[in-house]
């Protein structure tokens, strides 16, 4: 089974200063993980994603995510938060194993709002 | 490209009708896939499909159903509609090729049943 838990339902932050969105997940084997974001009224947007190799992962708009295997969390960061950022963030994790499913696992998402 | 498209944007039902939802995917996507969005919460995976055949289904019961055309296109048909199935309905597209592929999302469609 593949979960995912987003702690925060929502995360404050004034604009120019960094931000973390947290994610933890649990799967059998090994994870794929993806942070996706959405805006009021739209459908979700891809960031980025965690196949393997460098735990450091580098995705859009100056969005990078961290992969901790020990702590079975990726979360989502940027140096400096802009007003524009304001959205809900959703992450998502599937299992990479033989028996893993197709289908990813979603949070509940975490709502971000940057304060000018 | 267009990217993931959906119709209709909005739709409003009663209760006891029977709806139909309309995705095209992602150009060179052959997998799609439809989540239920209740508001505030994140997307709830419905079914997929692939090669026009349901692939993987969730915890919906079977009043939903779907199809996938020959040209990749699907649909979301909800029989019998309850209050409880005001959301807004997400269709992916991804590439079955490669295992690691993330997700490409319409805009959604937000059903509201009165």
């Known amino acids: 089974a593949q979960s995912v838990a987003q702690p925060e339902d929502q995360v404050n932050v004034a604009e120019g200063n960094p931000l973390t969105v947290k994610c933890t997940y649990s799967?059998?084997?090994?994870?794929?993980l993806f942070w996706y974001v959405q805006y009021p009224n739209r459908g979700l947007q891809f960031l980025l994603k965690y196949i393997t190799g460098d735990n450091l992962v580098k995705g859009s708009y100056g969005f990078e995510a961290e992969f901790n295997k020990s702590q079975t969390s990726f979360h989502l960061k940027k140096p400096s938060a802009l007003v524009s950022d304001s959205a809900l963030y959703f992450c998502a994790v599937r299992d990479r194993g033989a028996g893993g499913s197709y289908i990813p696992t979603f949070g509940r998402g975490t709502s971000l709002i940057v304060h000018p | 490209d267009a990217g993931v498209t959906q119709s209709p944007t909005h739709l409003i039902k009663t209760r006891g009708q029977q709806v139909t939802l309309r995705c095209s995917p992602k150009?060179?996507?052959?997998?799609v896939s439809w989540y239920q969005q209740a508001l505030g919460q994140g997307p709830q995976f419905i079914f997929q499909y692939y090669e026009e055949e349901e692939r993987q289904r969730g915890n919906f019961p079977d009043r939903f159903s779907g199809h996938q055309f020959p040209n990749y296109s699907s649909e979301l048909n909800v029989n019998a509609l309850l209050l409880g199935d005001s959301a807004l309905y997400l269709c992916?597209?991804?590439?079955?090729?490669?295992?690691?592929?993330?997700?490409?999302f319409g805009p959604g469609t937000r059903l509201t049943v009165l």
């Open positions: 799967v059998s084997g090994n994870p794929y």
């Open positions: 992916a597209s991804s590439w079955d090729g490669v295992s690691y592929n993330e997700q490409f």
């Open positions: 150009s060179g996507h052959d997998t």
